[in-house]
């Protein structure tokens, strides 16, 4: 049986970490702040948006959680924004994507203040993540990845990590960021999609497969190569009838049969997306001692 990467475990020590320089924060009289805002009523993002505020108040952050109406115009999501950006108790801000259709999220993101910019969306918050900039904020689930992998033991420097996915949340980021030099980075890394050509024959060449493509059990045995870590970011709700809810969560690997080949993988529900949040818990620690 391979091994099983076990994200809320590994984000218990995120943590517990967390805990600690948040202590001495409060000390000093500063009391790291979230706001996370929530345009419409999006099941999904509800419960994300739900999960991150009682994470906040777990670990003693202050926690703003701002719920807009679905038909919230542009105009009035930019000027919360602009209060958020001006208001001192607020570290980081994050605003849930997807919002609904009439607003523009990237002029929503370029409005943030960077140093706020927890999600690590903002151009110059990309741009520092291709530059290398430390002091730049890195994108949650790419962070959460990276994280499972090094707390995992698994050796990223020289391997050959497939990253399958392009978007600007999950597989651009996370391409940079294990590209980089030095620890957690230094990965040769590839990054196929959708539209890539005999794609089961590069998934099969990574040493470090990490699926971000959004369709439900897309990667398959013969995407994988035996003895290859899978981590998969993806969280999709399927119908089934048979459960309570009417859905269940399936990632983008369809595990039952990719788990005998590989040599670690990645629960779903239980293996990124915890970390996710422990990355985005992170995230306002490092704005409120960056300011
Ligand atoms: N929706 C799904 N994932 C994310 C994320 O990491 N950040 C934001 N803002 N919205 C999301």
């Known amino acids: 049986?391979?091994?099983?990467?076990?994200?809320?475990?590994?984000?218990?020590?995120?943590?517990?970490?967390?805990?600690?320089?948040?202590?001495?924060?409060?000390?000093?009289?500063?009391?790291?702040?979230?706001?996370?805002?929530?345009?419409?009523?999006?099941?999904?993002?509800?419960?994300?948006?739900?999960?991150?505020?009682?994470?906040?108040?777990?670990?003693?952050?202050?926690?703003?959680?701002?719920?807009?109406?679905?038909?919230?115009?542009q105009s009035e999501l930019l000027a919360r924004v602009e209060e958020l950006n001006r208001d001192?108790?607020?570290?980081?801000?994050?605003?849930?994507?997807?919002?609904?259709?009439?607003?523009?999220?990237?002029?929503?993101?370029?409005?943030?203040?960077?140093?706020?910019?927890?999600?690590?969306f903002h151009p110059a918050n990309v741009a520092k993540l291709a530059l290398g900039d430390e002091s730049g904020f890195v994108p949650c689930t790419p962070l959460g990845c990276q994280r499972l992998l090094i707390e995992s033991g698994i050796e990223i420097s020289g391997a050959h990590v497939v990253v399958l996915g392009r978007s600007m949340?999950?597989?651009?980021?996370?391409?940079?960021?294990?590209?980089?030099?030095?620890?957690?980075?230094?990965?040769?890394?590839?990054?196929?999609?959708?539209?890539?050509?005999?794609?089961?024959?590069?998934?099969?060449?990574?040493?470090?497969?990490?699926?971000?493509?959004?369709?439900?059990?897309?990667?398959?045995?013969?995407?994988v190569r035996e003895g290859a870590v899978v981590i998969d970011v993806g969280i999709n709700r399927v119908d089934d009838a048979t459960t309570e809810r009417g859905y269940r969560l399936v990632g983008d690997v369809a595990f039952s049969e990719v788990s005998p080949k590989a040599s670690a993988i990645t629960p779903v529900p239980g293996g990124v997306g915890p970390m996710t949040i422990a990355m985005l818990m992170a995230n306002t620690v490092k704005a409120c001692r960056q300011i």
């Open 1 to 73: 049986m391979p091994q099983l990467i076990e994200g809320r475990k590994i984000a218990e020590k995120v943590y517990a970490d967390l805990r600690t320089e948040i202590a001495g924060m409060k000390e000093r009289g500063l009391t790291p702040g979230l706001a996370v805002v929530l345009v419409g009523d999006n099941p999904a993002s509800r419960a994300y948006v739900r999960s991150k505020d009682k994470m906040c108040r777990d670990l003693g952050l202050h926690s703003v959680k701002l719920e807009l109406p679905t038909e919230t115009t």
């Open 88 to 120: 001192p108790a607020i570290h980081g801000i994050l605003v849930q994507s997807p919002p609904p259709k009439q607003i523009d999220e990237a002029a929503i993101v370029r409005a943030l203040d960077p140093a706020k910019d927890v999600d690590g």
């Open 169 to 223: 949340i999950v597989g651009k980021p996370l391409a940079l960021l294990l590209m980089r030099k030095g620890r957690g980075g230094d990965a040769t890394v590839t990054v196929a999609h959708s539209r890539s050509r005999q794609l089961a024959e590069i998934t099969r060449s990574a040493d470090i497969l990490i699926a971000a493509i959004g369709q439900p059990e897309f990667v398959r045995a013969e995407h």
